[in-house]
């Protein structure tokens, strides 16, 4: 059984910032690509950023120059910086990741539980 748990949600003022945190446990061979996304109430969930294993990121253009997606390997954890925080940001944020649970195995799709974000005054 693999496990995604996020950290480091709450609540922020405009212009503030936070990190998320969401590390994969269990039964895990290798971790390929990771990734955040948000959903806001009455939105589609939408990618905020990802981040292969080999440390090539790419930010959403609402984000880029605030946030920053990076990652540990050696603790199969992805981070999510969050600078210069807007209203808009609000949203509840979700760890994603692309695991491989035995060798020669196809990758599979896990999901975190999610954290809530929420920018304001």
């Known amino acids: 059984q693999v496990q995604l748990v996020e950290s480091g949600g709450g609540l922020v003022q405009p212009g503030g910032s936070l990190r998320l945190s969401c590390a994969a446990s269990?039964?895990?061979?290798?971790?390929?690509?990771m990734g955040w996304y948000r959903q806001a109430p009455g939105k589609q969930r939408e990618l905020v950023a990802h981040?292969?294993?080999?440390?090539?990121?790419n930010h959403a253009d609402s984000v880029k120059g605030r946030f920053t997606i990076s990652r540990d390997n050696a603790k199969n954890t992805v981070y999510l910086q969050m600078n210069s925080l807007k209203p808009e940001d609000t949203a509840v944020y979700y760890c994603n990741a692309e695991i491989v649970r035995r060798e020669a195995s196809a990758p599979y799709e896990y999901w975190g539980q999610g954290t809530q974000v929420t920018v304001s005054s």
């Open positions: 269990g039964s895990i061979f290798s971790v390929y690509a």
């Open positions: 981040i292969t294993s080999g440390g090539t990121t």
